[in-house]
């Protein structure tokens, strides 16, 4: 680790102008309500360039200018035997700069009379973000290793979570086994509030109050990941709470697991981002017309549903994200800069080795005239964390089942 942010630090200045002077800050910590914060959480990009985790630190790049070599410098809090007997340890500047391998470190505090000092160096005013937000859409080896191990956490989770899982339990109660599984196996926390939907509550997109009953017949949705090191996992599974599936959610669930399928299939280096979702919708649309969904009649074929955005009645959504420090991670999905007639979107982004996404059709199905009544409020989401490899891709969720039969076998 200390090694990898040497190597992006080294990565990032040889991309600044010579001599230019760059202040990357951690994240606040933020007050919840009284005496108590939220859990403190570093900011990604100084997390991704330095390791480190301790709030009220910055990031000082120094590029290299003749023969002056670059440098990267700490700021951080000063040691402080009082309050660590309240907060626990903080490196303070010798220790950290010796452990995290920087150039130099100073107190915090010095921290803009040291800025003063370096002012004569030019240019200053970098915007570090966009060169900071490529290099990290492309995953080093340790980031491939942590975010492989994160979504194995999860999976597991949700795994415990089908197991556990019986008509009668609230959603919390579901959400607990879940978070239980990812901090037995270390993971600091949740990469974001989990969604545990049981029946019609899986139509709302973003729920999260988790607090009603599974009943006999529902479908549960879960979409819950771990944060391990910094790194988020991202999966959604969607399962019978009563172990099988019925009819005509066997039908609907098919068509997800299709469309995920073929929206997989498209994920190969060298072929446009873009290619995903496409490969995603061309399978849904046509579902939703085989199924009914949607009226043949009025609607046409697939691609007039799509050309009509018919399908954003029952898929409302993309196909999927970057995935990395954030759930939603950073990195362009489309080239910019290309000159083009200003209404024509720009080209999507070639996939290439070490990019990290998610694949994540669903479909959403609420009660509607003319909506045969056997689909509704059903929402059903399949959602996998894809690696990107020279070849194809590697997906990272895979042990978490999803087939019907592997799901039914599991929860027998
Ligand atoms: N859990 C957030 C997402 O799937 O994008
Ligand atoms: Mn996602
Ligand atoms: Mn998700």
């Known amino acids: 680790m200390v090694a990898a942010c040497a190597n992006r630090r080294t990565r990032l200045l040889a991309q600044l102008p010579p001599g230019a002077v760059a202040v990357l800050h951690t994240a606040p910590e933020v007050a919840r309500n009284g005496d108590s914060h939220y859990p403190y959480r570093y900011d990604s990009a100084f997390y991704y360039l330095t390791g480190f985790t301790e709030p009220e630190s910055a990031l000082v790049l120094v590029a290299a200018r003749g023969d002056k070599p670059a440098r990267s410098i700490l700021f951080c809090r000063a040691k402080n035997p009082d309050r660590e007997i309240w907060d626990g340890l903080r490196h303070g500047p010798q220790a950290a700069r010796a452990a995290f391998g920087f150039d130099e470190a100073y107190p915090i505090e010095d921290l803009d009379s040291s800025l003063v000092r370096l002012r004569d160096h030019a240019p200053s005013g970098i915007d570090l973000l966009p060169l900071l937000a490529e290099m990290r859409l492309v995953k080093d080896d340790v980031e491939q290793a942590t975010m492989q191990r994160a979504a194995t956490i999860s999976a597991l989770a949700h795994v415990r979570a089908m197991q556990h899982a019986r008509a009668g339990l609230h959603e919390y109660e579901i959400e607990a086994e879940l978070l239980y599984e990812f901090r037995r ?228």
């Open 185 to 412: 196996h270390g993971a600091q926390g949740q990469a974001y509030p989990p969604i545990v939907a049981a029946g019609a509550n899986a139509c709302v997109l973003h729920y999260s109050a988790n607090n009603a009953l599974a009943r006999d017949g529902d479908l549960v949705l879960i979409d819950a990941g771990c944060e391990l090191d910094g790194y988020a996992s991202d999966i959604t599974r969607t399962w019978p709470v009563s172990g099988r599936f019925t009819a005509p959610q066997r039908q609907l669930y098919q068509l997800v697991l299709a469309a995920q399928g073929a929206a997989l299939d498209a994920v190969v280096p060298g072929r446009p981002y873009a290619g995903i979702h496409a490969a995603a919708l061309d399978v849904l649309a046509q579902g939703m017309l085989d199924l009914g969904l949607l009226d043949q009649n009025t609607c046409g074929s697939a691609a007039d549903v799509i050309a009509d955005k018919r399908h954003l009645q029952f898929y409302m959504h993309g196909t999927g994200h970057w995935l990395g420090l954030d759930v939603h991670d950073v990195g362009a999905y489309r080239h910019t800069g290309n000159a083009q007639a200003a209404d024509q979107p720009q080209p999507s982004r070639a996939l290439q080795a070490g990019m990290v996404l998610t694949v994540e059709p669903g479909i959403y199905v609420r009660p509607a005239p003319g909506v045969p009544e056997q689909y509704w409020n059903t929402g059903i989401r399949i959602e996998d964390d894809v690696l990107v490899t020279a070849t194809g891709h590697t997906i990272l969720s895979a042990a978490a089942p999803k087939s019907v039969a592997d799901i039914e076998k599991l929860m027998q």
